[in-house]
Protein backbone atom coordinates (compact mmCIF):
# COMPACT_ATOMS: atom_id res chain seq x y z
CA UNK A 1 0.00 0.00 0.00
CA UNK A 2 2.91 2.14 1.10
CA UNK A 3 4.40 1.95 -2.49
CA UNK A 4 0.78 3.05 -4.14
CA UNK A 5 0.64 5.98 -2.16
CA UNK A 6 4.66 6.76 -3.54
CA UNK A 7 3.99 6.04 -6.97
CA UNK A 8 0.97 8.12 -6.63
CA UNK A 9 2.85 11.08 -5.80
CA UNK A 10 5.33 10.71 -8.01
CA UNK A 11 2.58 10.91 -10.71
CA UNK A 12 1.41 14.16 -9.00
CA UNK A 13 4.71 15.94 -8.58
CA UNK A 14 5.71 14.53 -12.36
CA UNK A 15 2.17 16.29 -13.65
CA UNK A 16 2.78 19.69 -11.61
CA UNK A 17 6.31 19.75 -12.56
CA UNK A 18 5.52 19.07 -16.26
CA UNK A 19 2.73 21.65 -15.95
CA UNK A 20 5.09 24.73 -14.38
CA UNK A 21 7.58 23.85 -17.16
CA UNK A 22 4.98 24.07 -19.86
CA UNK A 23 3.79 27.29 -18.12
CA UNK A 24 7.09 28.51 -18.07
CA UNK A 25 7.87 28.13 -21.88
CA UNK A 26 4.66 29.52 -22.58
CA UNK A 27 6.26 32.74 -21.15
CA UNK A 28 9.95 32.48 -22.41
CA UNK A 29 8.46 31.82 -26.10
CA UNK A 30 5.77 34.21 -26.67
CA UNK A 31 6.61 36.68 -29.17
CA UNK A 32 6.67 39.98 -26.92
CA UNK A 33 4.66 42.85 -28.17
CA UNK A 34 6.09 46.54 -27.07
CA UNK A 35 4.42 47.98 -30.18
CA UNK A 36 2.49 47.80 -32.79
CA UNK A 37 -0.63 47.11 -30.20
CA UNK A 38 -2.27 44.68 -28.60
CA UNK A 39 0.59 45.33 -25.82
CA UNK A 40 -1.65 43.79 -22.54
CA UNK A 41 1.65 43.29 -20.91
CA UNK A 42 2.88 46.91 -21.16
CA UNK A 43 -0.59 47.88 -20.29
CA UNK A 44 -1.53 45.97 -16.86
CA UNK A 45 1.71 47.68 -15.46
CA UNK A 46 0.03 51.14 -15.07
CA UNK A 47 -1.08 52.62 -12.18
CA UNK A 48 -4.74 51.67 -11.67
CA UNK A 49 -7.52 54.80 -12.73
CA UNK A 50 -4.54 57.04 -14.06
CA UNK A 51 -6.34 57.35 -17.61
CA UNK A 52 -9.37 59.08 -18.23
CA UNK A 53 -9.95 58.86 -21.78
CA UNK A 54 -8.92 55.51 -23.69
CA UNK A 55 -8.97 54.61 -27.48
CA UNK A 56 -9.73 51.71 -28.79
CA UNK A 57 -9.75 49.72 -32.80
CA UNK A 58 -7.58 48.61 -35.11
CA UNK A 59 -4.15 50.34 -36.43
CA UNK A 60 -5.92 53.32 -37.00
CA UNK A 61 -5.41 54.07 -33.07
CA UNK A 62 -2.12 52.74 -32.30
CA UNK A 63 -0.50 54.29 -35.27
CA UNK A 64 -2.93 57.63 -35.30
CA UNK A 65 -3.21 58.72 -31.84
CA UNK A 66 -0.26 60.43 -29.81
CA UNK A 67 -1.58 60.32 -26.44
CA UNK A 68 1.09 63.22 -24.76
CA UNK A 69 0.03 65.56 -27.31
CA UNK A 70 -3.48 64.99 -26.71
CA UNK A 71 -2.12 65.96 -22.97
CA UNK A 72 -0.29 68.69 -23.92
CA UNK A 73 -3.22 70.24 -25.84
CA UNK A 74 -5.67 69.24 -23.01
CA UNK A 75 -4.57 67.95 -19.85
CA UNK A 76 -5.99 64.62 -20.71
CA UNK A 77 -4.76 61.67 -19.14
CA UNK A 78 -5.13 59.00 -22.82
CA UNK A 79 -4.21 55.82 -23.46
CA UNK A 80 -4.20 53.72 -26.48
CA UNK A 81 -5.18 50.08 -26.55
CA UNK A 82 -5.58 48.98 -30.05
CA UNK A 83 -4.63 45.80 -31.71
CA UNK A 84 -3.84 44.92 -35.72
CA UNK A 85 -7.37 44.96 -37.69
CA UNK A 86 -8.84 44.73 -34.03
CA UNK A 87 -12.41 43.44 -35.05
CA UNK A 88 -15.45 44.53 -32.83
CA UNK A 89 -15.95 41.20 -30.76
CA UNK A 90 -12.21 41.14 -29.93
CA UNK A 91 -12.71 44.84 -29.25
CA UNK A 92 -15.82 44.32 -26.93
CA UNK A 93 -13.39 42.06 -24.52
CA UNK A 94 -10.45 44.28 -24.76
CA UNK A 95 -12.64 47.17 -22.98
CA UNK A 96 -13.97 44.18 -20.62
CA UNK A 97 -10.28 43.43 -19.47
CA UNK A 98 -9.06 47.58 -19.56
CA UNK A 99 -12.50 47.79 -16.94
CA UNK A 100 -10.56 45.83 -14.54
CA UNK A 101 -7.93 48.91 -13.94
CA UNK A 102 -8.92 51.94 -15.53
CA UNK A 103 -12.17 53.44 -15.73
CA UNK A 104 -12.32 56.05 -18.20
CA UNK A 105 -14.73 59.31 -18.53
CA UNK A 106 -14.38 58.80 -22.10
CA UNK A 107 -13.93 55.70 -24.81
CA UNK A 108 -12.69 57.30 -28.14
CA UNK A 109 -13.32 53.68 -30.72
CA UNK A 110 -12.33 53.72 -33.95
CA UNK A 111 -15.64 52.74 -35.89
CA UNK A 112 -13.73 51.56 -39.43
CA UNK A 113 -13.83 47.97 -37.68
CA UNK A 114 -17.64 47.68 -38.34
CA UNK A 115 -17.22 47.42 -41.77
CA UNK A 116 -14.45 44.17 -41.14
CA UNK A 117 -14.87 40.77 -41.87
CA UNK A 118 -15.46 38.29 -38.50
CA UNK A 119 -12.26 37.51 -38.69
CA UNK A 120 -9.16 39.49 -40.29
CA UNK A 121 -6.27 37.44 -39.74
CA UNK A 122 -4.85 38.62 -36.72
CA UNK A 123 -6.43 36.81 -33.56
CA UNK A 124 -3.91 35.19 -32.12
CA UNK A 125 -1.81 38.19 -31.81
CA UNK A 126 -4.41 40.04 -30.56
CA UNK A 127 -6.41 37.62 -28.54
CA UNK A 128 -3.00 36.26 -27.62
CA UNK A 129 -1.58 38.95 -25.54
CA UNK A 130 -4.32 39.01 -23.32
CA UNK A 131 -4.03 38.42 -19.63
CA UNK A 132 -5.20 34.69 -18.28
CA UNK A 133 -8.70 35.83 -17.65
CA UNK A 134 -11.76 35.07 -18.33
CA UNK A 135 -12.29 37.47 -20.83
CA UNK A 136 -9.46 36.11 -22.73
CA UNK A 137 -11.11 33.08 -22.72
CA UNK A 138 -14.60 34.43 -23.74
CA UNK A 139 -12.62 35.94 -26.75
CA UNK A 140 -11.19 32.94 -27.80
CA UNK A 141 -13.91 31.17 -27.65
CA UNK A 142 -16.55 33.55 -29.14
CA UNK A 143 -14.47 35.68 -31.05
CA UNK A 144 -11.75 33.41 -32.83
CA UNK A 145 -11.34 31.29 -35.81
CA UNK A 146 -11.93 27.66 -34.84
CA UNK A 147 -8.62 26.58 -36.03
CA UNK A 148 -6.77 28.60 -33.80
CA UNK A 149 -8.24 27.40 -30.53
CA UNK A 150 -6.00 25.19 -29.95
CA UNK A 151 -3.15 27.98 -29.96
CA UNK A 152 -4.56 29.95 -27.76
CA UNK A 153 -5.47 27.54 -25.09
CA UNK A 154 -1.96 25.92 -25.13
CA UNK A 155 0.71 28.89 -26.58
CA UNK A 156 3.17 26.18 -26.59
CA UNK A 157 1.56 24.50 -29.44
CA UNK A 158 2.09 27.47 -31.66
CA UNK A 159 5.24 28.73 -30.38
CA UNK A 160 7.85 25.89 -29.22
CA UNK A 161 10.03 26.20 -32.42
CA UNK A 162 11.31 29.13 -31.15
CA UNK A 163 13.91 28.00 -29.04
CA UNK A 164 16.62 28.67 -31.72
CA UNK A 165 15.12 32.39 -32.34
CA UNK A 166 15.17 33.56 -28.67
CA UNK A 167 16.63 37.41 -28.13
CA UNK A 168 17.68 39.56 -25.72
CA UNK A 169 14.66 41.18 -25.04
CA UNK A 170 12.58 37.75 -24.70
CA UNK A 171 15.25 37.07 -21.82
CA UNK A 172 14.71 40.43 -20.40
CA UNK A 173 10.98 40.64 -20.50
CA UNK A 174 10.92 36.87 -19.18
CA UNK A 175 12.70 37.55 -16.39
CA UNK A 176 11.81 41.10 -15.59
CA UNK A 177 8.68 41.64 -17.03
CA UNK A 178 7.63 44.82 -18.99
CA UNK A 179 7.63 48.02 -18.35
CA UNK A 180 5.23 50.87 -18.76
CA UNK A 181 5.21 52.02 -22.26
CA UNK A 182 6.31 55.75 -22.30
CA UNK A 183 4.32 56.41 -25.62
CA UNK A 184 0.74 55.19 -23.58
CA UNK A 185 -0.01 52.80 -26.89
CA UNK A 186 1.49 54.84 -29.84
CA UNK A 187 3.71 53.04 -32.14
CA UNK A 188 6.27 55.71 -33.57
CA UNK A 189 6.00 55.44 -37.49
CA UNK A 190 8.21 57.85 -39.07
CA UNK A 191 8.61 56.67 -42.55
CA UNK A 192 6.27 58.82 -45.84
CA UNK A 193 4.54 57.20 -48.63
CA UNK A 194 3.01 60.33 -51.02
CA UNK A 195 -0.76 59.82 -51.45
CA UNK A 196 -2.17 60.97 -54.80
CA UNK A 197 -5.99 59.66 -54.80
CA UNK A 198 -8.59 59.14 -51.85
CA UNK A 199 -9.79 55.04 -52.29
CA UNK A 200 -13.51 54.48 -50.80
CA UNK A 201 -14.85 51.46 -49.46
CA UNK A 202 -17.96 50.96 -51.31
CA UNK A 203 -19.53 47.83 -50.02
CA UNK A 204 -20.48 46.04 -46.40
CA UNK A 205 -18.97 42.78 -45.20
CA UNK A 206 -21.66 39.89 -44.27
CA UNK A 207 -20.93 40.01 -40.66
CA UNK A 208 -22.00 44.39 -40.55
CA UNK A 209 -25.15 42.93 -38.77
CA UNK A 210 -22.89 40.63 -36.17
CA UNK A 211 -20.69 43.78 -35.58
CA UNK A 212 -23.35 45.89 -34.68
CA UNK A 213 -24.58 43.47 -31.95
CA UNK A 214 -20.94 43.91 -30.34
CA UNK A 215 -20.97 47.51 -30.76
CA UNK A 216 -24.55 47.46 -29.14
CA UNK A 217 -22.95 45.13 -26.19
CA UNK A 218 -19.40 47.67 -26.05
CA UNK A 219 -22.32 51.02 -25.99
CA UNK A 220 -23.94 48.88 -23.11
CA UNK A 221 -21.09 47.57 -21.20
CA UNK A 222 -19.56 51.54 -21.38
CA UNK A 223 -22.75 52.86 -19.98
CA UNK A 224 -23.17 50.36 -16.80
CA UNK A 225 -18.93 51.83 -16.04
CA UNK A 226 -20.60 55.82 -16.49
CA UNK A 227 -17.97 56.52 -19.86
CA UNK A 228 -19.39 58.26 -22.60
CA UNK A 229 -18.64 57.07 -26.06
CA UNK A 230 -17.46 58.69 -29.15
CA UNK A 231 -17.51 56.95 -32.46
CA UNK A 232 -15.02 58.12 -34.99
CA UNK A 233 -13.52 57.65 -38.40
CA UNK A 234 -10.23 58.01 -38.26
CA UNK A 235 -9.11 60.96 -41.11
CA UNK A 236 -7.19 58.38 -43.99
CA UNK A 237 -7.14 57.98 -47.69
CA UNK A 238 -8.59 55.06 -47.80
CA UNK A 239 -12.12 55.64 -45.99
CA UNK A 240 -15.16 54.23 -46.19
CA UNK A 241 -17.59 55.95 -48.92
CA UNK A 242 -19.90 58.66 -47.72
CA UNK A 243 -23.09 56.31 -48.65
CA UNK A 244 -21.35 53.78 -45.84
CA UNK A 245 -20.51 56.33 -43.35
CA UNK A 246 -24.17 57.40 -43.18
CA UNK A 247 -25.19 54.30 -42.65
CA UNK A 248 -23.06 53.43 -40.32
CA UNK A 249 -23.84 56.90 -38.30
CA UNK A 250 -27.38 56.17 -38.18
CA UNK A 251 -27.29 52.52 -36.89
CA UNK A 252 -24.22 53.63 -34.20
CA UNK A 253 -26.68 56.78 -32.82
CA UNK A 254 -29.31 54.40 -32.12
CA UNK A 255 -28.11 52.28 -29.70
CA UNK A 256 -27.96 54.97 -27.23
CA UNK A 257 -26.21 57.92 -25.89
CA UNK A 258 -23.31 57.91 -27.69
CA UNK A 259 -21.42 60.34 -30.00
CA UNK A 260 -20.39 60.13 -33.51
CA UNK A 261 -17.65 62.06 -36.12
CA UNK A 262 -16.31 60.95 -39.83
CA UNK A 263 -13.12 63.25 -39.48
CA UNK A 264 -12.76 62.67 -43.39
CA UNK A 265 -15.54 65.51 -43.50
CA UNK A 266 -13.27 67.60 -42.45
CA UNK A 267 -10.38 66.46 -44.03
CA UNK A 268 -9.17 69.28 -45.35
CA UNK A 269 -9.37 71.53 -42.18
CA UNK A 270 -6.29 69.24 -40.42
CA UNK A 271 -3.87 70.74 -43.00
CA UNK A 272 -2.74 67.51 -43.56
CA UNK A 273 -0.35 67.31 -46.36
CA UNK A 274 -0.43 64.31 -48.60
CA UNK A 275 3.49 64.48 -49.68
CA UNK A 276 4.55 64.09 -46.13
CA UNK A 277 1.92 63.09 -43.90
CA UNK A 278 0.94 59.37 -44.53
CA UNK A 279 2.48 56.30 -43.66
CA UNK A 280 0.60 54.58 -46.37
CA UNK A 281 -3.19 54.94 -47.45
CA UNK A 282 -4.72 53.77 -44.37
CA UNK A 283 -2.52 55.44 -41.43
CA UNK A 284 -0.71 58.97 -40.64
CA UNK A 285 2.91 59.43 -39.63
CA UNK A 286 4.19 60.65 -36.98
CA UNK A 287 3.79 64.26 -38.32
CA UNK A 288 -0.07 63.95 -39.13
CA UNK A 289 -0.33 61.93 -36.26
CA UNK A 290 0.99 65.11 -34.26
CA UNK A 291 -2.08 67.16 -35.95
CA UNK A 292 -4.66 64.77 -35.60
CA UNK A 293 -4.01 64.83 -32.35
CA UNK A 294 -3.50 68.04 -31.53
CA UNK A 295 -6.88 68.58 -32.77
CA UNK A 296 -8.04 65.57 -30.59
CA UNK A 297 -6.96 67.42 -27.23
CA UNK A 298 -9.34 70.47 -28.73
CA UNK A 299 -12.27 68.48 -29.42
CA UNK A 300 -12.09 66.97 -25.76
CA UNK A 301 -11.82 70.40 -24.36
CA UNK A 302 -14.32 71.92 -26.98
CA UNK A 303 -17.21 69.50 -27.72
CA UNK A 304 -16.98 66.98 -24.78
CA UNK A 305 -16.75 69.80 -22.60
CA UNK A 306 -13.72 67.68 -21.13
CA UNK A 307 -12.27 68.91 -17.40
CA UNK A 308 -8.95 67.47 -16.81
CA UNK A 309 -8.92 65.88 -13.26
CA UNK A 310 -5.43 63.72 -13.08
CA UNK A 311 -3.19 66.92 -12.59
CA UNK A 312 -1.15 65.01 -10.36
CA UNK A 313 -0.06 62.93 -13.41
CA UNK A 314 2.01 66.20 -14.98
CA UNK A 315 4.84 64.93 -14.50
CA UNK A 316 4.73 61.86 -15.60
CA UNK A 317 2.79 63.14 -18.74
CA UNK A 318 5.69 65.20 -19.20
CA UNK A 319 8.05 62.35 -19.36
CA UNK A 320 5.90 60.30 -21.86
CA UNK A 321 5.88 63.82 -24.21
CA UNK A 322 9.64 64.15 -23.72
CA UNK A 323 9.49 60.40 -24.99
CA UNK A 324 7.74 61.09 -28.11
CA UNK A 325 9.98 64.05 -28.69
CA UNK A 326 13.26 61.66 -28.25
CA UNK A 327 11.87 59.23 -30.80
CA UNK A 328 11.50 62.38 -33.27
CA UNK A 329 14.64 63.31 -32.92
CA UNK A 330 16.25 59.28 -33.51
CA UNK A 331 13.82 59.66 -36.70
CA UNK A 332 15.34 63.15 -37.48
CA UNK A 333 19.06 61.74 -37.25
CA UNK A 334 18.58 58.69 -39.97
CA UNK A 335 17.04 60.73 -42.80
Not at 107 to 119: G, K, R, S, W
Not at 147 to 176: A, C, K, M, T, V
Not at 212 to 218: A, R
Amino acid sequence: MARKHRERFAVIILIVLLAFFCVQADLLLIPKQYDYGSMWGRYVKEEKNTFDVMFFGSSLVYCNIIPAIIWQESGASPYVLGGSEQTVPILYYYLKEAYRTQTPKYLFIEATNTFYHDYEGFSVLNVGNMPWTINRLQATWQAVEKEEWLGLFFPLYNYHGRWNHLSRRDLQIYFFGYKADPLAGYTFLGETEIQDAIVEIQELPGSYARNLEYQQKVVDLAASYGSQVVYYISPCVKRPSQPLSQRLEKDLLAMGDVAFVDFNRDFDSFGFDLHSDFYDNLHLNNRGAEKFSSFLGQYLLQECGYQPVNNLQDGAWQQRLQAYWAFVEEEMRFR
